[in-house]
């Protein structure tokens, strides 16, 4: 029996192509096959960075008595969660609704007519910590098919019905208001870890959406609580061990309270609205640190994650090998005591152990630890520090470097996009703006067809076959209007209008309600639908933050309604689950503020005074606030239209809720006008 991934696009699903599991693809052939062979349908689904998806596969899917195993009694389905989010959202809602909990890799078996009826994720090999073995499960299931079948098609059946039946309690399509975003702020402050910064306990993960609440929270009512709880998490973080100390960029998320022992796995998202927090951040307060962390974080992206066709990779891995063969998590990153003397010296090992933290007994596994900056580090000759840093970096280069995942994800270089273009703005990087440039670029190039639907993925300049979800659709607008606001170039306004169209008429239904995918996507056994912020902003608050965005810069009503609709699920759930719906929360702040409608106009996008006007108005920390640049006449965005310079001067025009200011050529009166 062959196995049918070698030709697939995915670097996960290329992984397993070599297997001697007779993989197939998803697709409806592997369910005909199923039908027509009469076997139950394993589906094994994972990601390329997920540490516990290569140990199954080591251990399970490469060895050869498993395989007969599974190839004569079982079709066997592998999908790359972040190819197809859709199949992996439904599953995933029944494999939690049976068993409470869920991860990956998840492990579900199906009748050809793809119905659930077993769960799992990770399976050892042998029995071990009350698990059964994957042999055993194969056997348990094999027999069931075989021996109960009615029992299977029941229990398949009512699972089906029991998901197809699940309704999200969409409360209203009204917006929240004060009442509701103040209780959001009560509820974060109630999760709120004062000792270590963030929410909860461990494993603890980077909330950047209700960072980006907190932080717009303050801008609009001055809630000092806010700013400090966004302030403190941002610094904790920062100092911490799951973010680079000598390269920049966060890992996944940390194991441990204190952001000490991190999950090492770098993905683009995470990095993309952390890069976009620290420097709204900076925005905000002034932070060295935020201004350091945004800058070296986006050029991490940069760096680390671009493609050769300009887009941006999906992650690093966490494992990597450890100079013996051995593929070890963190590997990559940590050290001992004895390791930083080896490449620095007596003297400026024992200071480097100082300063990041690195003991004899070691933060991490086998004596090594993870660098950090304790909180009393002290002070330090910042010159020898660079100098510790720059040649710690060079050593650790040479070391076997983790694996990157080449997948390009629309969604996430979307957030990439955003985050860039701002970052580069606010710092005069335009080396960065451009790196947001050029993805924007590839995704109309390569992910946007004739009719401006989007593909969800690409790899090596080869467009894969799956269709864009609504978060790719939003964060992708989300993108471009952040680049229409920095460079004022209205081509992206317009890239952006053509797939928020796509939202209003394939994602939203009557109610105002959003779904995942799209009316005419592939029909699975459930339409997904979520509108809670996990890991991302979900396609639904995104969304609304963009269709929010676009009115504001055209006046287009049907956007604005539509984003009005949207954010009655945050007044339902904002109160009550703010740590998952952040970005739905700072969506609301926006649209509260109304949001701003900022026209900056000069004899030319090149004048001086234009364009210190121009980066005032993208500085400025109203909520939401949209930006247009352009010359004065210009038809390039709808904003600028009848803005005329005044007595000769460039001058900014700030517009709320169908008012306007008087318009200024001073940056200091921009800069209030902005402001609380």
């Not at 299977?152 to 409360?171: C, F, H, M, N, P």
């Not at 993925?457 to 979800?469: F, I, P």
């Amino acid at each position: 029996m062959p196995n049918r991934l070698a030709h697939e696009t995915s670097p996960y699903l290329l992984q397993h192509a070599d297997n001697p599991v007779a993989w197939w693809p998803w697709s409806a052939e592997a369910f005909e096959e199923a039908r027509r062979a009469n076997k139950p349908v394993l589906l094994s689904v994972g990601y390329s960075s997920c540490h516990w998806c290569h140990v199954m596969a080591h251990e399970s899917f490469e060895d050869q008595p498993t395989a007969d195993y599974l190839n004569e009694h079982f079709v066997s389905v592998k999908v790359d969660r972040e190819e197809r989010p859709d199949v992996d959202a439904v599953y995933m809602e029944a494999v939690q609704a049976a068993t409470g909990q869920g991860g990956w890799p998840m492990t579900v078996f199906l009748t050809p007519d793809a119905e659930p009826f077993y769960f799992g994720t990770y399976f050892p090999p042998a029995p071990r910590h009350g698990m059964p073995s994957f042999r055993q499960v194969l056997e348990g299931v094999r027999s069931a098919w075989t021996d109960r079948r009615d029992e299977v098609a029941e229990v398949a059946g009512k699972i089906t019905r029991d998901l197809s039946q699940r309704e999200i309690d969409y409360g209203s399509t009204e917006a929240p208001g004060e009442e509701e975003l103040s209780g959001a702020l009560l509820g974060l402050t109630r999760e709120y870890d004062p000792q270590r910064g963030g929410f909860g306990g461990a494993p603890k993960f980077p909330p950047s959406m209700a960072l980006e609440f907190l932080l717009r929270h303050h801008a609009r009512t001055g809630a000092e609580g806010a700013l400090e709880m966004a302030r403190d998490t941002c610094e904790r973080m920062a100092r911490g061990g799951i973010y680079d100390q000598l390269a920049g960029g966060f890992a996944r998320y940390s194991v441990d309270r204190e952001w000490t022992v991190p999950h090492f796995e770098k993905m683009l998202y995470d990095n993309a609205l952390l890069c976009r927090v620290y420097a709204h951040l900076w925005r905000s307060t002034g932070s060295d640190l935020a201004r350091r962390v945004a800058v070296e974080t986006a050029d991490f992206l940069v760096r680390e994650l671009r493609t050769t066709e300009g887009g941006f990779a999906s992650a690093l891995d966490a494992d990597s090998d450890d100079g013996t063969g051995k593929h070890v998590e963190g590997a990559y990153y940590v050290w001992t005591p004895a390791q930083l003397t080896e490449v620095l010296g007596e003297e400026d090992g024992g200071l480097a152990a100082q300063y990041f933290g690195v003991t004899a007994d070691g933060t991490f596994e086998e004596g090594q630890s993870v660098l950090q900056l304790p909180q009393d580090e002290g002070v330090f000759d910042a010159d020898r520090i660079a100098s510790i840093k720059s040649r710690l970096l060079e050593a650790r280069s040479q070391r076997p470097a983790p694996g990157r995942d080449d997948k390009v994800v629309a969604a996430w270089n979307g957030l990439a996009i955003a985050a860039l273009a701002e970052t580069g703005a606010y710092f005069d990087r335009p080396d960065l703006v451009e790196a947001a440039v050029s993805a924007a670029d590839l995704l109309v190039r390569l992910h946007l067809d004739e009719h401006a639907k989007l593909a969800r993925t690409s790899k090596d300049g080869q467009v894969g076959g799956n269709a864009g979800v609504l978060e790719d659709y939003a964060d992708v607008a989300e993108g471009f209007l952040a680049l229409a606001s920095v460079t004022g170039e209205g081509v992206w306004l317009e890239f952006a209008g053509f797939l928020l169209d796509h939202v209003l008429t394939g994602f939203v239904d009557e109610s105002g309600a959003l779904y995942d995918t799209a009316s005419d996507a592939e029909q699975l056994i459930r339409r997904p639908q979520d509108p809670t912020d996990n890991a991302t902003p979900s396609g639904w608050t995104a969304a609304a933050g963009a269709l929010l965005s676009y009115a504001a810069q055209t006046g287009a009503e049907p956007h604005r309604t539509a984003a009005e609709r949207a954010l009655g699920v945050v007044k339902a759930l904002g109160p009550r689950v703010p740590r998952f719906i952040g970005w739905g929360l700072a969506v609301a702040e926006a649209y509260l503020d109304g949001p701003r409608e900022v026209a900056v106009v000069g004899p030319s996008l090149d004048d001086e005074a234009a364009k210190a006007l121009h980066r005032t108005a993208l500085l400025g920390t109203a909520p939401g606030a949209v930006v247009a640049f352009g010359a004065a006449g210009s038809d390039e965005l709808p904003l600028l239209a009848d803005r005329p310079l005044v007595d000769g001067e460039p001058a900014a025009y700030v517009c709320r809720n169908f008012t306007c200011d008087a318009p200024t050529t001073d940056q200091e009166r921009l800069r209030t006008a902005l402001s609380r």
